[in-house]
Nanobody, 119 residues
Framework: VQLVESGGGLVQPGGSLRLSCAAS????????MNWVRQAPGTGLEWVSS????????YYVDFVKGRFTMSKDNTKNTLYLQMNSLKPEDTDIYYC?????WGPGDYKYRGQGTQVTVSS
């Protein structure tokens, strides 16, 4: 099983980034896919989830209206479009596969991609 995130980097406040997560080794379309984030020394923080087939999305309140999650089941790829980024969005972002949406235990998780929002 592999989950490989990409697209992170350094961006100024108010800027945008698009994260991608390439999945392999498991049936991508059977799992809720999630984006979670973590700052050094802290626990995982759930950001968003997407239904395996319906594409229904769920977001934590502090990213609603700024982040948009999507997926392409034909490419086994997950995306997170992040707009209006704030310094407090600085974290390592991970994609994770689970059996439900929201915070919780995830069956698979990638290695993460660093997002830094700073002027």
């Amino acid at each position: 099983v592999q989950l490989v995130e990409s697209g992170g980097g350094l961006v100024q406040p108010g800027g945008s980034l698009r994260l991608s997560c390439a999945a392999s080794g498991f049936t991508f379309s059977r799992y809720y896919m999630n984006w979670v984030r973590q700052a050094p020394g802290t626990g995982l923080e759930w950001v968003s989830s997407i239904h395996p087939l319906l594409g229904t999305t769920y977001y934590v309140d502090f990213v609603k209206g700024r982040f948009t999650m999507s997926k392409d089941n034909t490419k086994n790829t997950l995306y997170l479009q992040m707009n209006s980024l704030k310094p407090e969005d600085t974290d390592i972002y991970y994609c994770a596969a689970g059996r439900s949406w929201g915070p919780g235990d995830y069956k698979y998780r990638g290695q993460g991609t660093q997002v830094t929002v700073s002027s």
